[in-house]
């Protein structure tokens, strides 16, 4: 904020490499960044909540419909990619962590990496997922069938937003990757240091955010069932 | 760009060639970027405007078919809305000035600043494609379960092109948030921003958190439509009236979004041209955060007619006349800060003057259509259509012109022909309300909107005249400043710094304006307009 | 009252008048305050014009009273816009319960109208004068509204619900009709004419149109056709409940819930039999989705109707049936474009 | 002011096992049958975890007060989009619910 700001004015003479011209001191281009990436995940937020939205109106409207639409996912799977995700999210905090510590680019490497074969193994037990209801005729449309009459209709809806919510999240995540590898380059190059560290913690927020809308879609889309 | 010789290097000329544009990342270059790209669509909407008028000419369908016809008014709704209203006042002046204002040498993200028009560009040649391509025919609306499974024409094509370019306006509201918390200048402190900064913060809470619901709902109508998924299908037990619920959440925001920059000019300019401060500034800025705010909880209101249960539509209609408070704040306050001004009658101020009318009508019959009983009969009819041309073009573009005269001299160094400039605006006028005031009897007499042909009903022709007659006029009146404006960039006589002797940070550096924005880093330490020492002291 | 004015539609409703009034109040506050705050500005812009290039204004910032003046007043006035606007709308949305019923079904691009005594017309309505007339309305495939400005109102038609409107004619006439929302190609033509007829020509236009039989007649037959008829017998015999005296009576539902059998219920129970469950039975409705059309709908409604025992449910009142064995023919009187 | 915050590793490894074992609880409680109970459960559950990532992962809790405010106001407006929405459709006529057309749209060519 503006006191920042005058605060800094006075003291802002260091010239370190990274900081841009328009900013006066680290300090400052710092807390942008960082304001500026919690401002970037309130959109995320509402992205998300549109199709929670949706979520919430049909799942008023069709509770018989989600139990047994959702009686076709697997909940040990999904317990698997939830604990995959919350370990990924612990291997980003230590590279964060190994980052502010200006620790060994090789320590710094070794979490990013970590993160994304954890990221990998989510995606690929998805795309696990997602070949079973393909083959099972459950993708939305007119090859969709479900083996209930009563529901051959709503359950698409219950699809939609799976294939929806989910397909969403996993972009998510492979860009998160793609960024990962870049700064896992970055890492490996030796550019990050105590003193300036600023992509490795926005990614981290970046990472954590995909962690916490999965943490919503777990029950909400497998765990539906499961006293029936 | 012609080499200019021994001149002070400003932002124009402090680098040469095609890649120093469309690789810079100074905010007032971007800014005039994004100049030439909303002025190409607002032309394109214009055209789609003309040809409507034409058409409406006859109560007969006799001039295009009713497939062409229906292509006309959705494009020329979703180019005026999503690729210029929009953007149009923040991405230009707004992007220009607002680093300006505060004493900042740029936007917090000067590289996403860039990025964002990139992205509207993509999004905007989207939009063209689809049109070049044959067009779209579902309005600007997209109302399912027309977009979804009945339209024929190229929906995806015009859906993704809005999407992508919402994410150029959630950037630029995400770089204006983050710029106006953390580089202000020293002494800048919230109560001495200028009202222009507070218009734009508020329109940029609402670009953050409104568009990313609207980008969403476009992505699931194009995966109904693409992937036969069914979220709006009734078919599959889906509600089509949700789509509207997720649309409207964002769109009547939105209407906020263009019209919030076009007030902060006004009062820039208004406080201008009187030399004065603006009467009750706090009021004025509190109340831009208050029409943000409440605007998100108004949406049903577009609705009444839809099978929304009644409770809900009682709910909607009681917090849109809320909405009216604020926006009645302002318009007293503009008016009461003229009391003892010193009043020049320059062209930006005409411009000024107009708004303030324009809008006042325009708002208030907002206020008959959110009377649910009376909006039963209007909905949907051409009185709709005359209120949201009088917000939206007597309103912002009425303040999109003023502001661009207003700054021009800074962002070009020159001035332009003041005469015509008077001429043009009250040509605008004349045709503004010739254009559109016959739409409101047009309305409560019946009349539909989205009518290739009309039914030979009394009257209904005649007004229907006057309306083309003064969209021709109008046409006339918006295309001159294109005309007089970029002669002056090359022939128009040196600006100086401070051509109208006006208060603010920008007029205070050179114009135009060095690429870092000022010599040395300002230090603030008195309000905004203050023209007086006694003002100095508040 | 202003009908004879010019800029108004004709007043064909008893709604008319007072939306006429409501809009004649918005107009003077419009007038009013546009008027008063152009007056104002050019005033004050002439009055302090500037005189000398180096003017400035005087140095006045505000006043608390004036602002909480021009707050109040105009909440106060937006309230009274409000409550007014919104008694206005529970008047002309309620329908008595003496409305005659007529089931409307907006298709891209015709109106289909049918009469529960079964007269069939494609974008016309007629309908009597001084009686109070529901319509019921559907849609077979996009959004549509069917708007009779004469009589200031206007509902969607949306697909996969129905929904009502009403009015009452106060004067005989024909007043156009509109499809006011966007549905495509042809929506500027989607329109017809309602035919407001006094009450004793309103009947014999009952006894002239053709008429397939009552619409509850018609229903009767897609009961038997459909094979409904094989599970709903009138006796306890049935494996479904019979549906004798079911319309208006509260149901209870094997949730246990009780709710009053509705146009909405009847709907559902055919389209969605598994969604609200009659306690005591098994699943084993079938759904009949993609069988019956939306006009089927109405008649099995209009149907099951005619079983309650009652005399006559609530909103159920019909005029004067049409005499039995009128000459059967498809839909009546042609377009008129 | 935001600075450098510096997370401990041990709070954080609590924290993933604190996560970890809410979804394990997640898990077993959906086969218990509790009725209406399920949901409300399981998203105190979800919500729970979620703040656990956001203040601590996230550091939230360390972050100014502006930025606390920010990410609220995500919600905040989101619970605004649920609320009103819901307000048409918890008090809709007929029962809330909806029925769809008997014959289907026509398809897209
Ligand atoms: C810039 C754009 C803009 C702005 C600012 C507004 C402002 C308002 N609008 Fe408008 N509106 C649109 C753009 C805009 N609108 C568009 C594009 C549509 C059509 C969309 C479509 O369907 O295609 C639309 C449609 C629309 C509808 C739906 C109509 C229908 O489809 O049936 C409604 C209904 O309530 C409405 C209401 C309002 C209200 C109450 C305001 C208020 O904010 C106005 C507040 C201002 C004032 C009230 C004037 C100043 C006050 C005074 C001078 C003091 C006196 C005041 C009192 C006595 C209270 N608008
Ligand atoms: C920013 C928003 C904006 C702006 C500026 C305008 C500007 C104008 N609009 Fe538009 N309008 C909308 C937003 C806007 N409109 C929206 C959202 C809709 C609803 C769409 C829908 O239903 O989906 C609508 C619908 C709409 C209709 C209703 C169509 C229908 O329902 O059937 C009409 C009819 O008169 C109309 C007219 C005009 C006119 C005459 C102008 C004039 O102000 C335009 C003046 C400008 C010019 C004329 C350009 C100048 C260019 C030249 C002079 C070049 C000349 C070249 C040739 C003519 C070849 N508009
Ligand atoms: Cu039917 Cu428009
Ligand atoms: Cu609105």
């Not at chain 2, 953390?182 to 402190?189: E, F, I, Q």
């Given at each position: 904020m503006s006191e920042v700001h005058a605060a800094l004015a006075d003291h802002g003479h260091e010239h370190h490499p990274r900081l841009q011209h328009h900013f006066d001191s680290l300090e400052q281009q710092l807390y942008a960044s960082t304001f500026g990436m919690w401002v970037f995940l309130v959109t995320e937020v509402l992205f998300f909540g549109g199709l929670f939205m949706a979520y919430i109106v049909y799942r008023i409207w069709y509770p018989d419909m989600f139990v047994h639409a959702s009686s076709h996912l697997s909940v040990p799977l999904g317990t698997f990619n939830t604990a995959v995700l919350i370990g990924s999210s612990l291997t980003m905090a230590y590279a964060v962590n190994a980052a502010q510590r200006g620790a060994r680019p090789r320590e710094q490497v070794i979490w990013l990496f970590g993160t994304m074969v954890l990221g990998a193994i989510f995606l690929g037990v998805k795309v696990i997922e997602y070949m079973d209801k393909i083959t099972h005729h459950l993708v939305p449309g007119p090859n969709f069938h479900f083996e209930d009459p009563a529901y051959q209709a709503t359950a698409q809806i219950y699809y939609s937003l799976y294939f929806a919510l989910t397909g969403l999240h996993a972009s998510h995540m492979i860009v998160g990757m793609v960024i990962l590898a870049i700064l896992a380059y970055k890492a490996a190059k030796g550019q990050f240091t105590a003193e300036w560290y600023t992509p490795v913690e926005i990614m981290g927020l970046y990472w954590h955010f995909v962690d916490l809308v999965w943490i919503f879609l777990f029950p909400l889309l497998y765990l539906i069932g499961g006293a029936h | 760009m012609e080499a200019s010789i021994a001149k002070p290097t400003n932002y124009l000329n402090a680098t040469h060639g095609a890649a120093s544009w469309f690789l810079t990342k100074d905010h007032k270059r971007i800014a005039l970027l994004y100049l030439i790209s909303v002025s190409i669509f607002f032309l394109m909407g214009g055209v789609f405007a003309s040809l409507i008028r034409l058409e409406l000419l006859t109560p007969a369908g006799d001039f295009v078919s009713s497939e062409t016809y229906n292509k006309f008014f959705t494009m020329h709704g979703v180019m005026m809305v999503f690729f210029f209203l929009i953007p149009s006042i923040p991405a230009t002046l707004g992007n220009f000035l607002v680093p300006m204002m505060i004493g900042a040498k740029d936007l917090a993200f000067p590289r996403i600043n860039l990025l964002s028009w990139y992205i509207y560009l993509v999004g905007g040649l989207m939009a063209v494609s689809a049109m070049v391509m044959g067009g779209v025919d579902t309005g600007w609306t997209f109302y399912t379960p027309y977009s979804t499974a009945v339209s024929n024409t190229h929906v995806v094509m015009t859906g993704v092109g809005i999407f992508i370019a919402g994410f150029s306006s959630i950037l630029t509201g995400f770089n204006f948030i983050v710029t106006i918390h953390?580089?202000?200048?020293?002494?800048?402190?919230w109560m001495r921003l200028p009202l222009f900064i507070w218009a734009h913060y508020a329109a940029s809470l609402i670009m953050i958190m409104g568009t990313p619901v609207i980008a969403v709902t476009l992505l699931m109508v194009v995966l109904e439509r693409v992937l036969h998924f069914g979220f709006f299908d009734p078919t599959r037990g889906g509600d089509p009236v949700l789509y509207q619920h997720l649309f409207w959440f964002y769109s009547h925001p939105a209407v906020y979004i263009m019209v919030l920059p076009g007030m902060g000019v006004i009062s820039e300019l208004i406080a201008g041209f009187s030399r004065k401060p603006v009467f009750g500034y706090s009021f004025v800025a509190v109340s831009s955060l208050g029409i943000a705010f409440v605007g998100f909880l108004v949406w049903g209101h577009h609705m009444f007619t839809s099978s929304q249960s009644i409770y809900a539509g009682l709910i909607f209609s009681f917090l849109s006349y809320l909405v009216a408070i604020p926006s009645a704040i302002k318009v007293f306050n503009w008016t009461a800060t003229l009391y003892k001004g010193s009043i020049s009658w320059e062209s930006p101020m005409l411009y000024a003057m107009g708004f303030i009318g324009l809008f006042t009508i325009g708002g208030l019959t907002g206020l008959f259509l959110s009377a649910i009983g009376l909006d039963l009969h209007l909905h949907d009819g051409y009185f709709v259509v005359a209120h949201f041309h009088y917000v939206m073009v007597g309103g912002t573009l009425l303040a999109y012109l003023g502001g661009l005269h207003f700054w021009w001299p800074k962002i070009t160094g020159k001035l332009y022909y003041e005469p015509f400039a008077k001429v043009s605006a009250v040509i605008v006028f004349v045709g503004f309300n010739l254009t559109f005031f016959p739409q409101f009897i047009l309305g409560y007499m019946g009349m539909p909107r989205r009518y290739h042909q009309y039914p030979e009903i009394d009257g209904w022709q005649v007004l229907n005249v006057l309306s083309t007659a003064g969209a021709s006029i109008l046409a006339l009146g918006v295309i001159l400043p294109a005309f007089y404006l970029t002669y002056s960039w090359f022939k128009g006589p040196p600006a100086g710094p401070n051509p109208w002797g006006v208060t603010g940070l920008e007029w205070e550096t050179a114009s135009p304006p060095p690429t870092a924005n000022f010599e040395e880093t300002p230090i603030v330490t008195r309000p905004p307009y203050a023209f007086t020492n006694e003002d100095a002291h508040v | 009252m202003l009908s004879y004015l010019p800029f108004f539609p004709p007043q064909g409703s008893t709604h008319a008048a007072s939306v006429d009034a409501l809009y004649v109040f918005f107009v003077a506050v419009t007038a009013f305050f546009s008027v008063l705050i152009a007056t104002l500005i050019i005033v004050f812009a002439v009055r302090f014009r500037r005189r000398s290039p180096d003017e400035v204004g005087a140095p006045i910032h505000g006043s608390l009273v004036l602002e909480l003046t021009w707050t109040f007043i105009p909440l106060v006035i937006a309230m009274v816009m409000f409550v007014w606007g919104a008694s206005l709308y529970f008047q002309i949305t309620t329908p008595p319960s003496n409305a005659m019923e007529v089931y409307v079904v907006g298709k891209r691009w015709m109106w289909k109208a049918q009469h529960v005594t079964g007269q069939r017309e494609i974008n016309e309505l007629h309908v009597p004068v001084g009686q109070p007339v529901k319509l019921i309305i559907g849609s077979e495939d996009v959004l549509h509204a069917y708007w009779v400005p004469a009589f200031r109102m206007k509902m969607d038609a949306v697909p996969g619900r129905t929904t009502t409107m009403w009015f009452e004619a106060s004067k005989a006439g024909t007043y156009q009709l509109f499809c006011a929302e966007y549905c495509g190609m042809s929506h500027s033509r989607m329109i017809g004419m309602v035919t407001a007829l006094e009450p004793a020509a309103f009947q014999t236009w009952l006894a002239g149109g053709k008429s397939t039989g009552t619409m509850a007649d018609l229903g009767a037959k897609v009961f038997t056709d459909l094979g409904c008829s094989t599970c709903h017998m009138d006796s306890a015999q049935g494996r479904g409940p019979s549906l004798k005296g079911v319309f208006g009576s509260q149901v209870t539902l094997a949730s246990g819930d009780k709710i009053t059998a509705d146009e909405a219920y009847v709907r559902e129970s055919i389209l969605t039999p598994t969604a609200k469950m009659v306690a005591g039975f098994p699943p084993l409705m079938p759904t009949f989705q993609g069988v019956v059309s939306e006009e089927q709908i109405a008649q099995l409604t209009a149907y099951v109707k005619s079983l309650a025992t009652a005399p006559a449910a609530p909103g159920a009142g019909t005029p004067a049936p049409a005499p039995g064995g009128a000459p059967a023919a498809g839909t009546t009187q042609a377009a008129a474009h | 002011m935001s600075g450098h915050i510096i997370g401990n590793r041990f709070t954080y490894f609590l924290v993933f096992i604190a996560l970890m074992v809410g979804t394990a609880v997640t898990v077993a409680v959906t086969y218990i049958h509790l009725g209406w109970l399920n949901l409300p459960l399981a998203l105190a559950i979800a919500t729970t975890k979620a703040v656990l990532v956001i203040m601590f992962f996230m550091h939230l809790k360390d972050h100014p007060k502006l930025i606390k405010v920010t990410f609220a106001a995500a919600f905040f407006f989101f619970a605004i989009l649920v609320a009103h929405t819901l307000s048409d459709y918890l008090s809709r006529e007929g029962h809330g619910m909806q029925t769809y057309p008997a014959s289907g749209l026509v398809a897209n060519p």
């Open positions: - | 953390t580089m202000r200048a020293p002494g800048m402190t | - | -």
